[in-house]
């Protein structure tokens, strides 16, 4: 049975925060701070903040814009964080409102109505809440029969709901299946780090998985391949445990948290070689992959890891796109971002789709333009 990524659509917000914009911002909270704890800094009993700089987020990162919900108060020092309104139940939760948006865009893309739809999955790296499924109030909005269900694996989420989709396909249980991925991640950094506060943007993207070719940019499954392995090194604690720990914690000490340089030094050499491995086991060589659409962790991991698999520096955003450059670091949206803006294959031509993430997690699914 062919099974086939049969559109996607994007969501994204209008505001847009560049480095500078955001680099002034921490800077003012950093002298704000120093001077407020200058005292406790001379004894040593706090460190001294040290400044952001646009140069620094570049090279880190290779960010230069990200879109985000609510510009104002992430910059302003005396809130540093989106303003949000607790959810209303009779009204649709932000994670619905924008996955229906793109929602509407990948069933136009693939040229199907809510009708055609067997199922709806929901994969993201931040969850609303708890319960009811977002998944299953997106269906209910749109109209669509079947089931639906919400899932997390960090920044692997879409790819691996992908996956699922793929599986409950093959499997008879629906033929075409609506993976929606919304990642509302502002409010979960803390601007006040110097180390993180440059990294997300907000945005959404859905895809069409079906075993019908229903668009005219129809890309059939080759194959699909998963792995885990456990660490700490990327991790947010913010559950609803929280309210009945006895060791309370500030709610800063629950956000997300990395280690970016062993987060670095250990995933990249290992997603090289499990791309390099499912290649082989599909007797591919990287140069019959003309996209790498990969997680947009950032642009040194990208190139770093697709160097490793194609064996050398000499390439450009043509084989491997950074929309990171633009949106930031979208979590598990990222690499179907790259895909839905830059998949302009030919007939026949492979590309290969990849997130990696919080768990450790990988997902990789190789793709031929039909």
Excluded at 7 to 30: K, M
Excluded at 170 to 194: D, H, Q
Excluded at 302 to 315: A, H, Y
Aim: charged share 20%.
């Amino acid at each position: 049975m062919q099974i086939h990524i049969a559109g996607t659509g994007i969501w994204y917000p209008e505001d847009t925060i560049n480095n500078d914009e955001i680099v002034s911002s921490f800077n003012s909270y950093v002298d704000v701070y120093n001077s407020s704890h200058k005292n406790k800094i001379d004894s040593g009993e706090l460190e001294k903040l040290d400044y952001s700089s646009t140069e620094f987020i570049e090279k880190a990162s290779g960010i230069k814009t990200r879109h985000v919900i609510d510009k104002k108060n992430i910059l302003d020092i005396n809130k540093m964080m989106p303003g949000v309104l607790h959810e209303d139940a009779s009204k649709l939760s932000i994670h619905a409102e924008v996955g229906i948006k793109a929602a509407k865009k990948a069933m136009d893309s693939a040229n199907v109505t809510p009708s055609d739809i067997d199922a709806v999955i929901l994969g993201t790296s931040h969850a609303a809440r708890n319960y009811p499924s977002v998944a299953i109030e997106i269906q209910n909005e749109l109209g669509i029969d079947g089931y639906a269900y919400d899932m997390l694996v960090g920044c692997s989420s879409t790819t691996f709901a992908i996956n699922n989709a793929i599986s409950d396909i093959s499997s008879g249980l629906a033929e075409t299946v609506l993976v929606i991925n919304p990642e509302i991640s502002t409010p979960f950094v803390n601007y006040t780090k110097r180390d993180i506060h440059f990294i997300f943007g907000d945005g959404c993207v859905a895809t069409i998985v079906s075993k019908n070719n229903t668009s005219n940019n129809c890309f059939k499954v080759i194959d699909r391949k998963l792995v885990t392995k456990f660490s700490n090194n990327i991790r947010s604690d913010w559950s609803y445990l929280a309210r009945a720990a006895t060791d309370k914690k500030t709610h800063e000490d629950l956000l997300f948290y990395q280690n970016g340089n062993s987060v670095f030094k250990e995933v990249c050499p290992m997603v090289a070689e499990f791309i390099n491995n499912q290649l082989k086991e599909n007797n591919l060589e990287s140069i019959d992959i003309k996209k790498f659409w990969l997680h947009q962790a950032n642009a040194r991991m990208v190139k770093l890891i697709v160097s490793k698999i194609i064996g050398t520096n000499d390439f450009d955003t043509e084989l491997a796109p950074l929309p990171i450059e633009k949106f930031g670091n979208l979590a598990s949206a990222g690499s179907m971002f790259a895909f839905n803006l830059h998949n302009d294959l030919e007939q026949g031509e492979k590309g290969l789709i990849c997130s990696f993430g919080a768990g450790y997690s990988v997902c990789s699914i190789i793709v031929e333009k039909i």
